[in-house]
Structures are given as C-alpha cells and as structure tokens.
C-alpha cells in the first residue's frame, strides 16, 4: 500500500461508476467469473516471458464468449506487424493495450493493423511520470497508470508493484483512465477512493499463483467496487 495514507481519515467514496478490466485470463471458467461478476474489460497477454502468455489463435474461441459483455482488450509488449495482425484477425479485439516502449507514430500503426482502439500504459513511480500523459491524450482512447516495475525485473507489469495513489488526486484526463499496479480484492476500494480512477486494472492481485487466475479473488474484487 502506499505509504503516507492513514485509510481510516479517507472518505471512501468511489467514482460514480469504477469499472474493472480482469486481465491475463487464460480459462473459461475464470473468463466467466469475471463476466458474470460486471467486468467491464477483459484481458489477453500476448507477451511470451509472462505466465500469462496465450496465442491470438487460442484466444479466439475462450474470448469470443465475452463479445458483446465486455470490452476484449490484447495487451502487447512491442509486439511486431506479424502479432499484431494475427490478433486483428483472431480475436478482433476492442482494443490493444501498448505495455512496451511504442511511439505515438507505432499506436497508430497498430490501430490500422488491427482495427483496435488504443488503451497506453505509463510507468509511474514519481510525479513527474505522469507528465507522458499529455504526449498521448490526442492519441490514446485510454491512459493506464500502472506502477513502473523494479529494476531488473523481465515484466513490464503483472508484478504486484504499487504506486502512491495520491498523485493521481484531483487530475484529469480527456477520458477515462485506467489505475494499475498492486491492487488486490482487500485495497481495490480504497484505491480507486483515495485516486479517483474510473476505472481499475488487475492481474496478479486475483490470482492464486503467477498466471493461475482464482475465480473466488476475482469475484471479491468486482464486489469490492462495482
């Protein structure tokens, strides 16, 4: 959790609708879970060191339940044409997250090769991080905060690291954006309280072990907020 936050002096008054994006899912039973719980997004990992990782191919049939539910989202890592083009004609996603290094001028190549919106990830570890916001406003359909990772680590996210919520009080953004980073089923409310963030991202704080989703944490956190 954030230091310098006493959750016992917040008014934990959540935004008028916090929607959540489940991502990194991989099962059906999880997948439903998730759907039947209000997940407003659901997420598939194209990205192969992550325990997450699935094919554009598998994940046709498992997210095609989905359509029309919830928004399908394929989160990439500097994914290259050839991935890109396998997801656009496979899963036909809602939208690609870019979790990588991708330049303004590559988002636009990947919303022509898929035919995607565009949901970018900033790193954020100190305020001055959320500076990068006003590159992509004009660009991206959502801004995601997500804690940047330790040093060293091989994930771009997916690793429970957290940043201090407060930052985000009292800012805003041309759309709606999305907090990630370290939230679980216990501090999902208090987090999307204490940020004002719209909308929540989760992976590995509903899952038993890394990439294994557990249907019981993913239901306690779409109950948390929604």
């Known amino acids: 959790m954030p230091t310098g936050i006493d959750p016992s002096r917040q008014p934990l008054?959540?935004?008028?609708?916090?929607?959540?994006?489940?991502?990194?899912?991989?099962?059906?039973?999880?997948?439903?879970?998730?759907?039947?719980?209000?997940?407003?997004?659901?997420?598939?990992?194209f990205f192969a060191r992550s325990p997450r990782n699935i094919s554009p191919e598998d994940a046709r049939p498992l997210f095609e339940r989905a359509r029309g539910r919830a928004g399908i989202v394929a989160v990439t890592v500097g994914a290259d044409d050839d991935l890109l083009s396998r997801i656009g004609a496979h899963l036909r996603p809602d939208f690609v997250q870019l979790h990588g290094r991708e330049?303004?001028?590559?988002?636009?190549?990947?919303?022509?090769?898929?035919?995607?919106?565009?949901?970018?990830?900033?790193?954020?570890s100190k305020?001055?991080?959320?500076?990068?916001?006003?590159?992509?406003?004009?660009?991206?359909?959502?801004l995601m905060f997500d804690a940047r990772p330790p040093e060293g680590s091989a994930l771009p996210?997916?690793?429970?690291?957290?940043?201090d919520w407060a930052m985000m009080q009292g800012r805003t953004f041309r759309h709606a954006w999305f907090l990630a980073g370290g939230l679980t089923p216990d501090n999902a409310r208090e987090a999307a309280a204490i940020s004002g963030a719209p909308l929540l991202d989760v992976s590995s704080g509903v899952e038993s072990s890394p990439g294994v989703k557990d249907p019981a944490r993913i239901a306690a956190f779409l109950t948390a907020v929604t």
Not at 14 to 41: S, Y
Not at 127 to 142: K, P
């Open 13 to 45: 008054h959540l935004q008028p609708m916090t929607r959540v994006k489940i991502c990194g899912l991989t099962t059906a039973d999880t997948l439903d879970v998730a759907l039947d719980h209000g997940a407003a997004f659901v997420g598939a990992v």
């Open 103 to 124: 330049t303004v001028a590559r988002a636009h190549k990947v919303r022509a090769l898929t035919g995607a919106g565009i949901i970018k990830v900033l790193p954020v």
């Open 127 to 142: 305020a001055d991080d959320l500076n990068a916001a006003a590159v992509w406003e004009d660009h991206a359909d959502h």
């Open 157 to 163: 996210g997916g690793v429970g690291a957290s940043f």
